[in-house]
């Protein structure tokens, strides 16, 4: 009896029994990147910038313009996994000279950067304006004002506390995360 060869059909059936058994590895390695994505700002994660030219890309100390306003960024991992799957890991930076920072801020500050949460703690909207007059961050929803030499204290409007703050310690040029947001982050619950 002749034997039926099928060149090629060994093969196809590994490339069956692989995909049956990649498909799962696969669909859990999208998962754990979107969880990724989905994780608060963890300790050595830097920043990407949200817009702008340089939209994705690291941000370096010097990118970073001195006095405000304020650059809005996602953090990111060190293995590249920017974690903007949820709104509320907005960050906003800002660079100042250290001597002009409280006590407290200057402690979580690294090369005079200061990192809040970009996230309006009144209502939620993105912190997202710069107020030259007063040098502080202010909310376009309903004129929050917010005092980024000191600990994002509220200086005016319905904000009913501060932004929380990241620790930062210096990284090649950037700075990254040293310890977790300091309180709740976003609006508040109603
Ligand atoms: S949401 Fe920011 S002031 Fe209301």
């Known amino acids: 009896m002749r034997?039926?060869?099928f060149p090629n059909g060994p093969l196809f059936g590994r490339r069956a029994v692989l995909?049956?058994?990649?498909?799962?590895?696969l669909f859990g390695a999208a998962r754990a990147d979107e969880e990724a994505a989905k994780m608060p700002p963890q300790p050595d994660d830097r920043f990407v910038f949200l817009t702008g030219p340089k939209k994705g890309q690291v941000t370096q100390i010097d990118d970073l313009p001195l006095g405000?306003?304020?650059?809005?960024a996602y953090p990111v991992s060190q293995d590249g996994t920017v974690r903007n799957e949820t709104p509320l890991n907005l960050v906003i930076l800002t660079r100042f000279?250290?001597?002009?920072?409280?006590?407290?801020t200057r402690a979580r500050s690294a090369a005079g950067v200061v990192a809040y949460s970009g996230v309006c703690t009144h209502q939620g909207c993105a912190?997202?304006?710069?107020?030259?007059?007063?040098?502080?961050?202010v909310c376009s929803c309903h004129g929050s004002v917010y005092d980024p030499r000191n600990g994002a204290e509220v200086l005016a409007g319905p904000a009913p506390r501060p932004l929380p703050s990241l620790a930062l310690k210096p990284a090649d040029g950037a700075v990254a995360v040293a310890s977790a947001f300091?309180?709740?982050?976003g609006g508040t619950q109603k």
């Open 97 to 104: 000279d250290p001597a002009g920072l409280s006590e407290e």
């Open 3 to 5: 034997r039926l060869d």
């Open 182 to 185: 300091s309180g709740r982050v």
């Open 19 to 25: 995909g049956l058994t990649l498909t799962p590895l």
């Open 68 to 72: 405000g306003p304020q650059v809005q």
């Open 127 to 137: 912190v997202n304006m710069w107020s030259k007059d007063r040098d502080a961050f």
